[in-house]
């Protein structure tokens, strides 16, 4: 009953590195989102991807990248890491479609990056 | 500018006693609403939805209740456990876009034993 996986859990950057964030779920879900959360600010969605082999823009999308590499798996990428993107980042999954489309996401345990 | 709004960032409650949260929205074309549960270290759980056909949903200790003419959310808890001591996430989605949800910030709740 693994549900969403993030890797890593944890991490420490410097300014103008670059990182992949990993996602993966297992419940066969169509739709996948990546989230940030800041102190005060609630969970804002950076991208989204619908269905596999496509992706959108959400809230955030400024500095990040993503990829949907199959139904299981979407990364997000920091090419140029700055100080403004530390933060925790949650991804989630659902299946919205049809007649399940008020259907509830799905939590990753996120992941705490730090950028200095 | 926020779309969902929890005003109360933290509440203390004594256990056995009603547990009230609170969520304001602007978007008057959101037509479901979610409240997640989140504890430290953790990703936010799913606890309870209302679609913006209903004013009232159940689910054991917990009830959501939906004003829409008030652009206004509650989540009641009935009796409140220490256990229920967690971060507490209003969430919403809009009619045209099944895709998008907007989040508050969070009300923080201490169930006093």
């Known amino acids: 009953n693994a549900g969403v996986t993030q890797t890593p859990k944890f991490q420490v950057l410097k300014t103008g590195q670059s990182m992949t964030l990993q996602c993966a779920q297992d419940?066969?879900?169509?739709?996948m989102y990546w989230y940030r959360q800041d102190p005060g600010m609630g969970l804002r969605l950076i991208y989204y991807s619908a269905s596999e082999g496509t992706t959108d823009k959400g809230e955030v999308p400024n500095g990040y990248n993503v990829s949907r590499l199959n139904k299981r798996e979407f990364s997000l990428r920091l090419e140029s890491a700055a100080p403004s993107q530390t933060s925790v980042y949650f991804c989630a999954s659902r299946d919205p479609g049809g007649s399940l489309r008020n259907q509830p996401q799905h939590f990753g345990d996120g992941t705490r990056l730090s950028i200095l | 500018d926020q779309q969902v709004k929890q005003n109360s960032p933290s509440l203390s409650v004594q256990e056995g006693r009603i547990s009230i949260l609170n969520c304001d929205y602007t978007?008057?074309?959101?037509?479901?609403f979610l409240w997640y549960k989140k504890y430290p270290a953790e990703g936010p759980t799913f606890l309870i939805s209302?679609?913006?056909?209903?004013d009232k949903n159940e689910d054991g200790r917990f009830t959501v209740f939906l004003n829409k003419s008030a652009k206004h959310l509650s989540l009641h808890i009935v009796p409140s456990q220490p256990g229920d001591s967690a971060v507490y996430f209003c969430a919403a989605k809009g009619l045209h876009n099944f895709n998008k949800f907007y989040f508050g910030s969070g009300t923080k709740l201490n169930v006093k034993p």
């Open positions: 209302i679609s913006s056909i209903k």
């Open positions: 419940m066969n879900h169509n739709s």
């Open positions: 978007n008057s074309m959101f037509d479901y």
